[in-house]
């Protein structure tokens, strides 16, 4: 009987990721920054977790390409809304 090579998910070390993004969203206002330099960084570290979280504890990481691409039809449509809503003012 051949033993079957596993692929090692690495859930804790992305725990470990999503920790210290958490920690570093917690300290943004004690580095000081401009107030829209601030939400940039905020926005990023969110679009990083929700990156991680996807990818690794929703399983698309170890999903076929094609399978991968889907989300981004809506990430697309969330970037032209919050396009919008800014130019509107709102």
């Not at 999503?18 to 920054?33: C, D, F, K, S």
């Not at 991680?52 to 929703?58: I, K, P, Q, T």
């Amino acid at each position: 009987m051949e033993a079957h090579a596993t692929k090692k998910r690495p859930y804790v070390y992305v725990f470990g990721a999503l920790a210290a993004v958490t920690a570093l969203e917690l300290n943004v206002g004690i580095l000081g920054l401009a107030h829209d330099l601030q939400v940039a960084a905020l926005l990023m570290m969110a679009t990083l977790k929700a990156s991680l979280v996807a990818a690794y504890y929703m399983h698309l990481r170890y999903e076929p390409r094609w399978l991968i691409l889907i989300p981004f039809g809506g990430l697309a449509l969330v970037t032209v809304l919050v396009v919008a809503l800014m130019g509107a003012g709102l």
